[in-house]
């Protein structure tokens, strides 16, 4: 302990030898002062994890991270349930898309602000609108040989009205919509 305080304070505790791979402060094999001969022969290079405090050093935090590593579920959801329904309600206007989840390919798409609709509907957001538009996008995913979706809200999304009206036309037009209600 009395060598290496008296190391320490000398300042030679902060460096490591290359060749041995040990510094003065762990085994002391050699003189305590140097020549200038001896110092060229051994290469020495500073230490940089003991100079930093406990919780950086680089041995300790890389030893303490864990790899975060996503479920067997979460990793094959997206290949076993590829379809997923993404509905957009805004005040004026109505846009519900099918994609593919792995592939990000968009299979099917519906909007009540398309072409097709500007004279047939009287209101672009209503719950009219809401029917046509369920109506037309169950149709293009059968033409697009898409016959199960999955509707996950997003968060803070009520399933209501409207929205209610998408998902009920499209179960009634043969499509399989599994959806979390909570």
């Known amino acids: 302990m009395a060598?290496?305080?008296l190391l320490q304070r000398a300042a030679i505790s902060n460096f490591?030898?290359?060749s041995c791979s040990t510094s003065p402060a762990v085994g002391f094999k050699f003189p305590f002062f140097f020549s200038s001969q001896f110092s060229t022969q051994l290469e020495w290079e500073e230490d940089v994890d003991r100079e930093l405090p406990w919780p950086r050093r680089k041995s300790?935090?890389?030893a303490k991270k864990k790899k975060s590593t996503r479920s067997f579920k979460l990793r094959c959801e997206k290949y076993l349930k590829p379809f997923t329904l993404d509905i957009f309600i805004s005040n004026r206007f109505i846009h519900a898309t099918i994609m593919h989840r792995a592939l990000h390919k968009v299979v099917a798409v519906s909007n009540s602000n398309a072409k097709?609709?500007?004279?047939t509907l009287p209101s672009y957001g209503d719950m009219r609108a809401a029917w046509v538009i369920g109506k037309v996008l169950s149709d293009r995913a059968k033409e697009a040989d898409v016959y199960?979706?999955?509707?996950e809200p997003r968060r803070g999304e009520k399933v209501d009205n409207r929205m209610k009206t998408i998902i009920d036309t499209l179960i009634e037009n043969g499509i399989a919509l599994e959806y979390d209600q909570t």
């Not at 097709?116 to 004279?119: A, L, S, T």
């Open 116 to 119: 097709e609709f500007r004279g």
């Open 3 to 5: 060598l290496r305080r």
């Open 60 to 62: 300790r935090e890389a």
């Open 16 to 18: 490591t030898c290359r």
């Open 148 to 151: 199960t979706v999955v509707y």
